[in-house]
């Protein structure tokens, strides 16, 4: 795939999971990477500590993402560390709450909707000065935005909602140049879907699927570098499914 040599970008929620892959992988093509993290600084310093390892750049970046100006702070900090040239967004930071309609409060749906829809909304706002004719932004949608997976309603609609943002984001971008695309996973292996340890749940996530075993997040991490690089200079506005052909 093409060398992202002297391209920068940023990973929200790269201490982890999907977001951690994501960084690894445009890390590993050759871009500067800034990893994100909410709470968990030790497994962001590790993450950095192994790009550099193998001579790239990167550095740790906190923002608390469910707070109203926590994107409006990230992206003062990715502006004084990159200046005036971002090349890759990848928003993925998100929570999931596992509730049916009955269960799920009002903090909660605030919570799921601050984080996962709010969040790269205003980020993508606040970054927009400084990207640029080539530069790619990649959402995280999910397979429970196109389909009824477990008891999640309200979290399902925040995903729904970032796949209208792709449409409306790439739309108003294209002339500038700016591909905008989404990656929709089904059930990978992070602390988001920890039910995958159980022989229950993997159970579950495998009848999902027509692949017989549970992802990984390197298998959605190369995909998302794969829309940031300019293979994929033709792909704008699309919602692509990572998910192994589940419930085909
Ligand atoms: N795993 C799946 O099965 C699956 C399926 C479909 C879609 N997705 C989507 O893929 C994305 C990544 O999921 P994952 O499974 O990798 O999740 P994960 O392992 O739970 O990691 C979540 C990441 O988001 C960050 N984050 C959460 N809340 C935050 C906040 N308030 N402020 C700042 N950062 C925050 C976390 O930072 P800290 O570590 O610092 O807390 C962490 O880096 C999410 O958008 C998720 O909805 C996941």
Not at 117 to 122: D, E, Q, T, Y
């Amino acid at each position: 795939m093409t060398n992202l040599k002297g391209k920068t970008a940023l990973v929200t929620g790269a201490s982890r999971g999907i977001g951690r892959a994501s960084a690894l992988a445009l890390a590993k093509l050759g871009a500067q990477v800034l990893i994100h993290y909410g709470s968990a600084a030790k497994e962001a310093e590790e993450v950095v500590a192994e790009i550099r390892k193998s001579d790239g750049k990167a550095d740790a970046i906190a923002a608390d993402l469910a707070a109203a100006d926590g994107p409006h702070k990230l992206a003062r900090q990715v502006r004084s560390i990159v200046g005036d040239r971002l090349d890759i967004l990848v928003a993925n930071a998100g929570v999931a709450k596992s509730a049916s309609i009955e269960e799920t409060t009002v903090e909660d749906f605030d919570r799921l909707f601050a984080v996962n829809v709010r969040a790269p909304f205003f980020l993508v706002q606040q970054l927009l000065p400084i990207m640029h004719e080539g530069s790619s932004i990649v959402l995280l949608s999910s397979l429970a935005a196109h389909a009824v997976v477990g008891s999640l309603p309200a979290y399902a609609a925040t995903k729904g909602a970032i796949d209208t943002l792709v449409k409306h984001f790439s739309s108003a971008l294209g002339a500038r140049g700016i591909r905008v695309n989404a990656v929709a996973p089904g059930v990978v292996a992070t602390d988001m879907s920890s039910f995958t340890k159980t022989n229950e749940g993997r159970d579950y996530a495998l009848g999902l699927q027509t692949f017989k075993r549970i992802a990984q997040a390197d298998d959605v991490g190369d995909a998302i570098a794969f829309l940031a690089s300019s293979e994929a200079r033709w792909i704008t506005g699309d919602t692509i499914h990572v998910d192994g052909g589940s419930k085909l």
